[in-house]
């Protein structure tokens, strides 16, 4: 069956830097397009960035565009979030998704900037 896992998350104070993974398993990866998101408290989850199938293009929602990267590597099963610069209002869980006709999502990762 599909599994998204999540890890990377943490504490850490405005300005620094977070590595973000999601290990998939249970589907041909290399043929999906990958998706991050993420929650904060009180809110909807929103779209943060999605990588096309080969990695060969990527966007951005205009909150995170020139501080977050979106990577995945096909031959580990990995999509990554490169997350610099991180604001206060980047506090929230996040979560990979992958939609095969159903949405997909793993038990998110906390990530909380704050001093």
């Known amino acids: 069956q599909v599994q998204l896992v999540e890890s990377g998350g943490g504490l850490v104070q405005p300005g620094g830097s977070l590595r973000l993974s999601c290990a998939a398993s249970?589907?041909?990866?290399?043929?999906?397009?990958m998706k991050w998101y993420r929650q904060a408290p009180g809110k909807e989850r929103e779209w943060v960035a999605t990588?096309?199938?080969?990695?060969?293009?990527?966007i951005y929602a205009d909150s995170v565009k020139g501080r977050f990267t979106i990577s995945r590597d096909n031959r580990k099963n990995m999509v990554y979030l490169q997350m610099n610069g991180l604001k206060f209002e980047d506090t929230a869980v996040y979560y990979c998704?992958?939609?095969?006709?159903?949405?997909?999502w793993g038990q998110g990762t906390q990530v909380t900037v704050s001093s």
């Open positions: 998704n992958v939609d095969r006709g159903v949405r997909y």
């Open positions: 990588v096309t199938s080969t990695g060969g293009s990527v």
């Open positions: 249970g589907f041909t990866f290399s043929a999906y397009t």
